[in-house]
């Protein structure tokens, strides 16, 4: 009886197709590849992707996915892990931050009220000077007053547009696998190499899954991120809405990526 993988080498063997044309295909490395020909998946960047490299390498070759991952779950070789709950990265010490800057705007305005209310307690009390002995002088005609010119208002400069949405753009430093869905819909799924770069655009929500969290560096809105974790860490569910994109940025807008 043969496996799920020396079935998989059939069926491409028998259509004529190379593991290098499957390679270039799907952008996955060979070696991941021929680790599925020989029932290795344990050699694979993470179990949660494996299901992704069998739905490309099926893709490639005219297979159904569906029918391709249920052969090797029969067989023992593929676990069944149902689906995990979304969780969002928490933002480094956001909150004592905040405080602390409430607190310094308090004693700010505290110090201005202060220096007011010692100004005009301590200045003394205006004089005024006598009226000077009024002596007849020959009066001198004034000179008609002038209406001076208009002058054209001065052009309001207007605000600098403030980007809707949200905008993330990646470059790879390492090679990584990595999907990303915009709005639920899925924007980008493969695997990666060091020097590749990818820009994705969505209106409200963006959810991240990578095999290799230190694989790359991202700038969101404009701004660059924060590390999602180390090298070679699988991280899922990153989930990035417009009401908290601000808290996966450095707040000091250094470490540009």
């Given at each position: 009886m043969t496996s799920p993988g020396q079935e998989l080498r059939k069926e491409r063997e028998a259509r004529g197709?190379?593991?290098k044309a499957v390679a270039d295909a799907t952008r996955i490395t060979p070696r991941y590849l021929e680790a599925l020909e020989n029932d290795r998946l344990d050699l694979l960047p993470g179990g949660f992707f494996i299901k992704g490299i069998l739905k490309a390498y099926a893709g490639a070759v005219g297979l159904d996915a569906d029918t391709l991952i249920e052969k090797y779950r029969r067989?023992?070789?593929?676990?069944?892990?149902?689906?995990?709950?979304?969780?969002?990265i928490p933002s480094s010490a956001g909150g004592s931050k905040k405080r602390s800057r409430s607190l310094?705007?308090?004693?700010?305005?505290?110090?201005?009220?202060?220096s007011f209310a010692a100004y005009f307690l301590t200045r003394p009390a205006k004089t005024t000077p006598p009226a000077a002995q009024e002596r007849p002088s020959a009066r001198i005609p004034e000179p008609a007053a002038s209406t001076p010119p208009e002058t054209a208002p001065a052009p309001v400069a207007a605000a600098p547009e403030v980007e809707k949405g949200l905008r993330i753009e990646i470059s790879f430093i390492e090679e990584t696998w990595i999907q990303v869905?915009?709005?639920?819909?899925?924007?980008?799924?493969?695997?990666?190499?060091?020097?590749?770069?990818?820009?994705?655009?969505?209106?409200?929500e963006l959810l991240i899954h990578l095999g290799n969290?230190?694989?790359?560096t991202f700038r969101l809105n404009g701004r660059p991120g924060k590390p999602f974790g180390r090298s070679g860490a699988v991280v899922k569910n990153i989930r990035i809405t417009v009401e908290d994109w601000a808290s996966f940025v450095r707040e000091d807008g250094t470490g540009d990526t």
């Open positions: 197709i190379s593991l067989a023992g070789i593929l676990g069944s892990a149902g689906p995990e709950s979304p969780r969002k310094a705007g308090a004693f700010a305005v505290f110090i201005v009220v202060a869905y915009a709005d639920g819909r899925l924007a980008l799924d493969g695997l990666r190499k060091a020097g590749d770069t990818a820009e994705i655009r969505a209106s409200t969290a230190g694989g790359l």
